[in-house]
């Protein structure tokens, strides 16, 4: 395998953060997908520079970290340019003199990124299928230059399969990880209908609006709830470990969800809302569940509150779910080398026989790489397993 000059491109402003921030104190899914993909792509002998809002030069986990205003021009193999907050802004990039010969936009959500339509690209980057069809259609990318890699997790969210079952894991322990926009109320709806039938049952939240740049603000004070903010990773990966049933209800058209495979990896049985991305990642009652309908209406909060209690009488059940849930997850090695195998591909530095099997949605070759089948001509994505 070639080693490549890899630069990640960020212009957001409203966050600072380097390589340590998320272990740190934590971040929101946009800054940590960055953070964890150039990392990955170092550890694989790549030469990576990371070129953010970050506080100084530095470097961390083998990732040269520089701060925008340090840069004026960047000379790489493959430049990606990413914007997942404050502005949602890539053309500051067009100020820079930029030599590259594979151009990526990442994109992490539905709002269309200003200088999308003014930056040239070689592909628009999705971390699912979701949002790949949403950049088709509603901001008119071609589809043959599309491409779908889905995030990965840290090491220290895996559990080995025989920790499934320790009698350290609270089964009355539920919890919701994410902003609170995204069904805070949801969750707590109902921790409030469990409670009733059994007063053991707790909700603990982590993440809140520091998330996504705001301002801290703890939910009103009540009986089984617990607030904790932000946390670093390795401790949040410790509290999953305790945990038994992760709510993500929502109305958010959710472009991928690190929260959910965090808590699937890490032995925590999902309940979410069919939004987005979501039916792509869980596989409803195999390694999760999803909850149809309005995800603020008593009925399904009253329908997934019977599903927990049945998940707690179930041990032997949901430890099959909990496996399941853990198999379906890949680590961020395996997502770089995906990353990399595209760009071979595409920069023709590699010959990649294509799958036998043609593509389900438009017929064209199927390019395999370590995650799974990637179309060289729409851009689908279909995964192994």
Request: net charge neutral; glycine share 10%; proline share 5%.
């Amino acid at each position: 395998m070639k080693k490549l000059r890899v630069a990640l491109y960020c212009p957001d402003h409203h966050l600072s953060y380097d390589g340590n921030t998320p272990d740190k104190q934590g971040v929101g899914g946009g800054v940590m997908v960055r953070i964890r993909l150039a990392a990955a792509l170092a550890k694989l002998g790549h030469q990576v520079t990371m070129i953010c809002n970050c506080p100084r030069a530095a470097v961390f986990d083998g990732v040269q970290y520089l701060p925008l205003a340090q840069v004026r021009s960047i000379d790489v193999d493959v430049l990606i340019l990413s914007s997942s907050g404050g502005d949602l802004d890539l053309r500051p990039a067009l100020a820079l003199d930029i030599k590259a010969s594979l151009r990526l936009i990442w994109v992490h959500g539905t709002p269309l990124l200003k200088g999308l339509h003014e930056i040239p690209f070689d592909y628009v980057c999705s971390p699912s299928n979701f949002i790949r069809q949403w950049a088709i259609q509603e901001w008119g990318v071609p589809r043959e230059k599309t491409f779908v890699s889905y995030h990965g997790v840290d090491p220290a969210f895996l559990q080995e399969p025989g920790l499934f079952n320790r009698r350290e894991r609270n089964l009355f322990k539920l919890v919701y990880a994410s902003h609170p926009s995204k069904g805070l109320d949801a969750a707590l709806g109902v921790l409030r209908i469990l409670r009733t039938q059994d007063a053991r049952f707790e909700l603990h939240i982590y993440g809140g609006n520091r998330l996504w740049g705001g301002a801290e603000q703890a939910p009103a004070q009540e009986d089984g709830v617990f607030y904790h903010g932000m946390v670093g990773q390795r401790e949040l990966s410790r509290e999953l470990r305790t945990s038994h049933i992760a709510l993500n209800l929502q109305d958010r058209l959710e472009p991928f969800g690190l929260s959910l495979i965090e808590a699937m990896a890490s032995g925590n049985i999902v309940v979410a809302s069919p939004m987005g991305a979501y039916p792509e990642i869980v596989r409803d009652g195999y390694d999760g569940f999803l909850v149809e309908g309005n995800h603020m209406a008593e009925e399904t909060w009253q329908k997934v509150a019977q599903m927990a209690l049945t998940l707690v009488s179930a041990p032997d059940f949901s430890s099959t779910i909990r496996h399941n849930a853990q198999a379906a997850v890949r680590n961020w090695e395996t997502v770089a080398r995906t990353w990399v195998g595209h760009w071979e591909w595409a920069m023709h530095t590699s010959e990649r026989r294509m799958w036998a099997d043609p593509c389900p949605d438009c017929g064209g070759p199927q390019l395999p790489l370590a995650d799974g089948y990637h179309c060289a001509s729409c851009g689908l994505y279909l995964r192994k397993g």
